[in-house]
């Protein structure tokens, strides 16, 4: 109730699906440390409950893979998201983890039958090794915000006959964005007269570019920054950026010879 489940949408879902994926991981944690304890004080009866519970943990980890898929799905808003955040790579950790107690658990459950204490001691530490290092993960995944965060756009680049400043903020989708582009232009190219701003979609080609009206608000003389250059700026606002995605930025400079010059440069907004 207070912690990323309770922040997702499409609620009780997610509160519902971290509740039963946490009852799951106390009945197998549980479960592991009673085992442990009973290694330890009484080892009575200890292969009858060993059987028992092997049954019990099965169930619990299938469903802590079900409720934590699910889980997982419902926390971030796309799931090719996972690959842009340091949650999705713990995740990643932890989903390979499970994997590997799994396996150690299918040896494990061979074993029972023939009952060689040394052997299922091993097997036994294996599994309670690897239930600590996902409960550490679980611990870094709490954490960690499982949606990629929007951040300003800063772009500078330099080439032989234009040198380009570009930022957009706060360069999140479908709200009012602010764009400003300086262009650096060789003195004897003259005033530039046009600066065109274009936002292409890399994932949907089929689309329009779409213009960023802008006017010009700044021209200095001579800027000496990037040598005998001249710098002309300009601003532009509102929503250009209407959903997420992959988008390309292009600056278009029409100088006073009719020349054109291009500078590109593609980022991602969630
Ligand atoms: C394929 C298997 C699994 C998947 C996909 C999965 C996925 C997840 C996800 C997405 C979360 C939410 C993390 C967050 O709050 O940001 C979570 C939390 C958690 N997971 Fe798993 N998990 C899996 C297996 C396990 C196992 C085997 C355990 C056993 C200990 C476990 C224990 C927990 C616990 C204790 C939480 C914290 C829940 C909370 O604070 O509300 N998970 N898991």
Known sequence: MSGHAVTASAQPLPVVADFAHLLAAAVWVGGMWVLLAKLR??????????????????????????????????????????????????LFAKIALVLAVVIVAAFLRRRLGTGEPGKLKRLLALDVSLMAAILLAVGVLTYLPPQPANEPLYWHQMGDKLHVTATISPNAPGVDNAFTVSVWLPKEAGDPKQVRVQLVSADRPELAPIDVPVVQFEKTGEDPTYGPL????????????????EWK????????NDDETQAERKFRIY
């Open 249 to 256: 930025l292009t600056v278009t400079v029409r100088d006073a």
């Open 41 to 90: 004080i009484d080892r009575s009866g200890f292969m009858p409950l060993l059987r028992r519970f092997s049954g019990v943990a099965l169930l619990a980890v299938a469903a802590l893979a079900v409720t934590g898929s699910i889980t997982a799905v419902l926390y971030v808003r796309n799931v090719t998201y996972l690959v842009y955040t340091d949650w999705g790579y713990v």
């Open 230 to 245: 001249q710098k002309f700026s300009y601003r532009g606002q509102g929503a250009y950026l209407p959903f997420p995605g």
